[in-house]
């Protein structure tokens, strides 16, 4: 069973950066796709950049430019690199790894806060 595990969230001033971290652990399982999520309170969850493994990447409107999405197979890690960040990016980001075939289309974990003050 795969677990995944995020750090990396806090508190950072309008403009400042951020890069949030996502391992995996339990088991070598390889999804379709992974991505990041950001979930603002009494929200529901909204695609922040997700990739395809072995294809293509794609980031929420509001995250081009200024964010990227990258993976460390060695590593079993997921990075979310985030610039120039806003007020709205707000909220607690969720790593996903989503496989559309299997008994357990998604997985997610606890997730990590980030806030930017104004």
């Known amino acids: 069973q795969v677990h995944l595990v995020e750090s990396g969230g806090g508190l950072v001033q309008v403009g400042g950066s951020l890069t949030l971290s996502c391992t995996s652990s339990g088991s070598n399982f390889r999804p379709f796709a992974m991505g990041w999520y950001r979930q603002a309170p009494g929200n529901k969850r909204d695609l922040v950049a997700a990739?395809?493994?072995?294809?293509?990447?794609e980031y929420a409107d509001s995250a081009k430019g200024r964010f990227t999405l990258s993976r460390d197979n060695a590593d079993n890690m997921l990075y979310l690199q985030m610039n120039s960040l806003k007020p709205e990016d707000t909220g607690i980001y969720l790593c996903?790894?989503?496989?559309?075939?299997?008994?357990?289309?998604?997985?997610w974990g606890q997730g990590t806060q980030v806030t930017v003050s104004s």
């Open positions: 990739m395809i493994i072995g294809g293509d990447t």
């Open positions: 996903n790894y989503h496989t559309p075939w299997a008994d357990e289309t998604d997985i």
